[in-house]
């Protein structure tokens, strides 16, 4: 009876132990996320029937948007941080060609996440590889997020300064 009772209290704790360090190894690495801030607008309807970036002709009614970097096909969620509402949309052209825009919508998009009455709203916007319909659009995603992550200032090694460019003042 008294193995049991020293052999007990030592079996609970090893499996504890052991449970503890399998769920730390076993965690999987957090997945890379492509994240960009600023404004959203939508489409006029004079884009309706247009062809767009990827060929295909713009509706108005799809979840469709345009971006300037994303890859085109690339899968996205943007967040309108006015309302906290998203959506999913699929990136087939190119633009908004506006200063600070870092998407465009389709009607159908910015609807659902309350951007029609307001037209142009603060977002995020995120893509992650495992979101994606493609191998080959994964790997550009995570291609994208480990650029964006490398121009992240936080990033840089301790003690590495960040380019400042002087200016010449008059005497």
């Not at 020293?6 to 996320?33: F, M, Q, Y």
């Not at 506006?98 to 893509?127: C, M, N, Q, T, Y």
């Amino acid at each position: 009876m008294s193995k049991w009772l020293i052999a007990l209290p030592l079996v609970a704790a090893l499996a504890i132990v052991t449970h503890g360090a399998a769920g730390e190894e076993g965690k999987a690495p957090a997945e890379p996320v492509v994240k960009q801030h600023g404004k959203a607008s939508f489409y006029s309807n004079k884009f309706q029937g247009k062809k767009t970036a990827t060929g295909e002709r713009f509706q108005q009614r799809e979840k469709t948007a345009a971006s300037k970097t994303l890859p085109l096909g690339t899968r996205v969620k943007v967040t309108n941080q006015d309302t906290g509402k998203s959506t999913t949309v699929r990136i087939n052209d190119r633009g908004p060609y506006v200063h600070d825009r870092v998407i465009d919508l389709s009607a159908g998009a910015a609807k659902e996440i309350g951007l029609k009455e307001e037209g142009v709203a603060p977002v995020v916007v995120e893509a992650r590889p495992s979101a994606q319909p493609t191998q080959e659009l994964k790997e550009k995603v995570k291609q994208t997020a480990a650029r964006q992550e490398r121009r992240r200032p936080e990033t840089r090694e301790a003690g590495a300064s960040p380019r400042v460019q002087q200016a010449e003042l008059p005497d």
